[in-house]
C-alpha cells in the first residue's frame, strides 16, 4: 500500500507521493494505465474495477508474508480463490453473522465510545484513548480475545498491518515478527484455555469451536488461530486510522463540523455513515491495491486507453483516483452527503472486498459520532502520523 504519511522524503519522487492526486487526476486524462519498470498503475473507475474483478489474472500478493505471519501457514486474504479460501471466509461468517452488527457490535461500540469519553477529563488524545482502545475492545468482547495487553495488542497488529501491507522495510519486518509470535501464542493459550472451560458466552471463538465440535473441515485449533490473527490484523489498526481521517477532515472544515455534530446529535446514523465515506475518498485510507499480474492482459480493451500489461507486473488498483473518476462519481471534489454507495472503494472491490466492511460502516461512524456529540468540541493538536498511522489527535470538550 502507498500512502501520504509513508512516502519516500525529498526530491521528486517524495513531491510525487505529496500530489498523488493532480498526478491521478491528469493521469486518467492523458495515460489512464500506465505501464513502467514492472510497476503497472490503474486509475480509472472501471478499469480499477476490472482488474479487481478478474481475481485470477491480478492475484493477491501477500501469501509469502502471511505465511510468515502464521508462521508457515496462510490466511484468507493472502490465497487465490481456491477451495481452501472458500471454506476459510464461509466458516468465518458462520461465525461472524450479519446479524451480530445490530445485536451486538453497534450496542457494544456506543457503549464503549460513551463510557471512554464520560470517564475523560474533558481533554484527550482522540486516537491513544479512543479510535485505538474501541476496535480492540471490540474485538475482546465480540471474538473473544482481549489480548494479553491492550495496548501491545493494538501496537501487534498495527505492526504486523504494516509488514503485510507497505513496502518491504527490515525493521518493520523485525517488529512484525516478533508480534506475530506474541500473537500465535497468544491465541494458542486463550484456544486452549477456552476448551478447557466452556462458557456460555456466545462469541466468535466459541462459535468457532461449536463448529469444531461439529467436525466441520477447517476448523482445528490452528485454522481458528490463522483466521483470527488475519482478522484481528484487518479490525484495528484500519478502524483507528478511518475514524481519526474522518473526525481530522471534519475539523479542517468548521462548516461541515456544524452539519455533522447535528446530525450526530439527533443520531442520524445514515448521515454518520456518509460524512465518514466522504472523509475517506478525500483522504482516504490508502491510495489503492496492490496485485500481481499473473499473466498478460489487455486492460480496458476495445477502447482509446487499451493497455496490455504483461505477465509478472505488479499492479496497483488506484481506488483513491477511481473514487475521483468524474466519469462516475459527480463533481468528485465536493463533498456530499447524496452520493451511492456503490462509488466508494475504501474496503475493496472484488473477491477481497473486506471481510468486515459491515461493522466498519457501523464502527467507525459509532467512533466519530460519540466524539462529535460533545459540547464546545475543539481540536487542541493536529493529527500526527507514525508511518502509514495516526498517533495522535488532540481534542477538548466541555463536560
Ligand atoms: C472489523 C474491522 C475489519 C476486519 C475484521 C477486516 C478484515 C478484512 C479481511 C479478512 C479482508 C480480506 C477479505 C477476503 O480475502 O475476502 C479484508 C480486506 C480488506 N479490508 Fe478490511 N477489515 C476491517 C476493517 C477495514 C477497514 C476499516 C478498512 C479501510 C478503511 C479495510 C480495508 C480493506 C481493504 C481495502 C481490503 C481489500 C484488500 C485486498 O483486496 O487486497 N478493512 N479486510
Known sequence: MMTKENKPDGGLIGWAFNHLDLIFSILRWIKPTVVFKGKAFVTRFDDVTEVLDRDWVFQVPYAEKMSKVTNGSDFFLGMQDTEQYTRDVSNMRLAARREDISEIVTPFVNNTCMDILAASSGKMDVVQELTRVVPTRLLGRYFGTPGWNEAE??????????????????????????????????????????????????????????????????????????????????????????????LNHLFNHPELLVKAQQAARVDDDAAMVQYVQESLRLNPFAAGIQRICAEDYVVAKGTMRTTKIPKGTVVLAATQSAMMDWRKVDKPSEFRLDRPDYIYMHFGYGLHTCFGQYINLSQIPAIVKSVLKQKGLRRISEMNSAGPFPVSLGIEFDI
Open 153 to 246: 495488542f493494538t501496537d501487534a497488529a498495527t505492526s504486523m498491518f504494516e509488514y503485510l501491507f507497505y513496502p518491504d522495510n527490515p525493521e518493520v519486518e523485525e517488529k512484525a515478527l516478533v508480534a506475530a509470535e506474541k500473537t500465535r501464542n497468544y491465541l494458542d493459550q486463550t484456544i486452549a484455555d477456552r476448551k478447557l472451560n466452556r462458557i456460555q458466552c456466545d462469541d466468535v471463538l466459541e462459535r468457532c469451536l461449536k463448529l469444531q465440535d461439529a467436525d466441520m473441515p477447517g476448523m482445528r485449533d490452528l485454522d481458528i488461530r490463522n483466521n483470527f490473527i488475519g482478522l484481528i490484523i484487518g479490525a484495528i489498526p484500519t478502524t483507528s486510522k478511518s475514524a481519526a481521517i474522518t
